[in-house]
């Protein structure tokens, strides 16, 4: 494997632009008219190499730019190609919708069209996109394959595949599906690969399913933003969500709040509303509909408190996020500079702050390993005695509204709706299904 190892600090930033990439004419200009000036490390060092057709082993943090990266390369020679079409596989369902938003955003003036595979959407809409001759299919990797086995999807004419965030995808378990899906796609095809670390599985799938790879790393794992400042309490359980109102209080900006569970994130965001606080909730319990809407509403203010867990940690950009609270530490290390990743982008500071249960003193230890810095412990302040209890009639005005906007979200269906299963379509009699 063809190695191109770029630190952060290599080279003046101030002194790169897009010119000189290979970019074709066109396709600057759509960047200039989108203000995209100064390209990131990995932008810098992938697209050449893309654009010319060769295999890429991306090695970079999440929030570093990595959708550019592959997006341009992707659609300037999908334009070359011309009966080609390219394949992007990804984890989440968010980061999916946000990959499509940006391929848009560059590819719209010139015809480009696209197909966002995805659970909890219908299937019926995703047949029409492929019917209407999409130029890249985005997706999941269970629903790609839930398309390849009802035979609505065929990847021969794939010239392109682009793998985001694989590593996330091989700790979600699913292997069994993009070793499917590998197996489906031509051999004579272009393959990049990004992911954030370089596991055994990703080493495999580069020796076995690419051809002379050239690796681009800028960054060593657990290299975080050196413009988040990081700091943590030792709180107890029972504390925690009196410190989250004080922390509220203080900090006027917009705020993302992990939780290790979907079920404490249920609660949390409850709480926050019951307080008078605009805030939504992303977790898997969720319908796509109500986590479109959470997302939504959170990056044009609508809802200024984000609840999540690890599903919003990778991949999603949302630009001008104050403060990012860990509420729980997330079980695995590399987690947390995935979810301090959500602040501090674009060149803003940011801020993190962990809550830390008295025995998760090994926890912390491990984090700080990954990142090589000790993170500063706060002294707890005086906290409030009657937390998230609606005691003020502004404050009962406010979560009146907030429960309406709750009732208009679409609701979860009782039981998962899959191809073919149980919940496709409605239930007919029998004498009806069978009248003569």
Known sequence: ?????????????????????????????????????????????????????KDIVGIAQTGTGKSLAFGIPLIQRLMQLGDKKGLIILPTRELASQINETLMKLGRGFGLKTAVLIGG??????????????HIIIGTPGRI????????????????????????????????????ILLSVPKERQTMLFSATMPDAIIKIATTHMKLPVRVEIARQGTTNEKVAHELFFVKKDYKVRLLEKLLAEYKGSVLVFSRTKYGAKKICADLLKKGFTAAEIHSNRTLGQRRMALDGFKNGKYRVLVATDIAARGIDVKGIELVVNFDLPESPGDYVHRIGRTGRAGLEGRAISFVAPDQKGKVREIERLIRSAIPVLQLPELPQNAFTSNTPQQQQVYKKNM??????????????????????????????FSR
Do not use: C, W
């Open 404 to 433: 309406e906007q709750e009732k208009q979200l679409p609701k979860q269906h009782p039981f998962p709706r899959k191809p073919g299963g149980y919940g496709q379509r409605p239930y007919k009699p029998f004498k009806k299904r």
């Open 145 to 180: 394959n839930d398309h390849l086995q009802q035979r609505t999807l065929t990847l021969s004419d794939v010239g392109i595949l682009v793998l985001d965030e694989a590593d996330l995808m091989f700790d979600m378990g699913f292997a069994p599906q993009i070793k499917q």
């Open 1 to 53: 494997m063809e190695n191109i190892v770029i630190n952060n600090t290599e080279n003046n930033e101030s002194t790169k632009n897009f010119g000189g990439l290979g970019i074709s004419p066109n396709i600057m200009s759509v960047l200039e008219q989108l203000n995209f000036k100064t390209p990131t490390p990995i932008q810098y060092k992938a697209i050449p190499v893309a654009i010319e057709g």
């Open 121 to 134: 959407a219908s299937m019926g809409q995703q047949i029409s996109q492929l019917r209407f001759g999409a």
